[in-house]
């Protein structure tokens, strides 16, 4: 009797130890997100915000964490569905261009002048077109949860004003990895060249291409007017939109609760950074004028110009995106107006 007082002390000691670490080890689970661009840009900020939210929430059961730069990927962005549908990455926070190669029907919004205006993406987001899109997500073995937004895309280059199409003729385009910028930039006389963003900055700066198109968030940000870029056209010729996904098996693994947490807060993060891109869009402008960057804006006559120019791009890519998205999408976008 005296010896086993203690060995049954020193048992219940050892299971309560295990379980301590047990319920330890369940409160410290960590997830990453991927994500192109850090929190200096309203995309990286987007992920930030989801991982702030999860750590208010979960009650310490889950915590992510953000790795901007692609740094997961090595750099090279158009991998990163890739990674995270082998699961190398938990979670992304990505741009449908990015992804595109991947899931087909994401080229939807990379369709020149498709998308008319901020009330059309919404549209199309948040309509018929959106549930397709997402359930094209995840026939590919990803989930999505919500969308977020990294803007309308603008063309900048460092030889002149750009009002016409004429005035592509020649230029050496950065462009990301997705044939249809290819396309675009071919149908329109240019000289598209595919770069990762890493590499893209330095490249314009030796003039190693003469121009790129991105959001203005990005151009302003990361100062592109400082490498030579002088001029802008605010042609508005697609949209990026964000997606919030996760890892199938990670989704699989996560209590319903959790599942339920960490696509509110998704939801919430997406929200909030759609608002904080558009909502910041005027002063962007202005600063970037106030640098002396000459900016142009497009007529109708010019803009039509732009869409007349790259109709073979359409007739070329609605096959491979899929007739039923697109005339989704144009539904959604004539019930917008």
């Known amino acids: 009797m005296p010896t086993t007082r203690p060995l049954s002390r ?51 059961e889950l915590t992510l964490r953000v790795y ?23 979670l992304a926070v990505g741009s449908t261009i990015n992804w595109s190669p991947q899931v087909p029907a994401l080229n939807l919004f990379s369709l020149p002048f498709l998308l008319p205006d901020a009330e059309a993406v919404d549209a199309v987001t948040g309509g018929e077109t959106g549930e397709m899109i997402f359930s094209a997500i995840e026939d590919k073995g990803v989930v999505p ?32 990895g997705s044939p249809l910028f290819q396309d675009t930039f071919t149908a329109l006389g240019a000289n598209p060249t595919q770069m990762s963003w890493a590499d893209a900055k330095p490249a314009l700066t030796t003039g190693a291409v003469d121009g790129q198109e991105n959001p203005l968030s990005v151009f302003d940000v990361a100062r ?26 990670v989704w699989g693994s996560l209590s319903e609760s959790q599942r339920e947490m960490l696509r509110e807060t998704a939801v919430e993060a997406g929200a909030w950074e759609i608002a ?15 640098r002396g960057v000459n900016v142009t804006e497009l007529s109708e006559a010019q803009h039509q110009a732009f869409v007349e120019a790259t109709e073979s791009v359409h007739d070329k890519w ?20």
């Open 145 to 176: 949860l919500a969308w977020g937004e990294n803007g309308f895309r603008q063309l900048s280059n460092s030889s002149g004003t750009i009002d016409e199409p004429a005035d592509l003729e020649g230029l050496k385009i950065r462009v990301v």
């Open 10 to 60: 020193f048992v219940a000691t050892l299971a309560g130890a295990a379980l301590l670490t047990s319920a330890l080890t369940a409160q410290a689970r960590e997830l990453s997100v991927s994500t192109v661009l850090s929190d200096a840009f309203p995309w990286g900020q987007a992920a930030q915000k989801w991982a702030e939210l999860v750590e208010e929430r979960s009650d310490g």
């Open 318 to 337: 609605v096959p491979r995106i899929g007739e039923e998205i697109v005339e989704a999408a144009r539904r959604d976008i004539d019930a917008s107006e």
């Open 224 to 249: 592109i007017d400082q490498v030579g870029q002088t001029h802008l056209t605010l042609w508005n010729y697609m949209n990026d939109p964000l997606v919030f996904a996760a890892n199938r098996q």
């Open 276 to 290: 904080k891109t558009r909502e910041e869009e005027a002063a962007r402008l202005e600063a970037i004028r106030e």
């Open 68 to 90: 901007p730069n692609a740094q997961l990927v090595s750099g090279d962005q158009t991998q990163e569905f890739s990674a995270m549908r082998s699961g190398l990455i938990d």
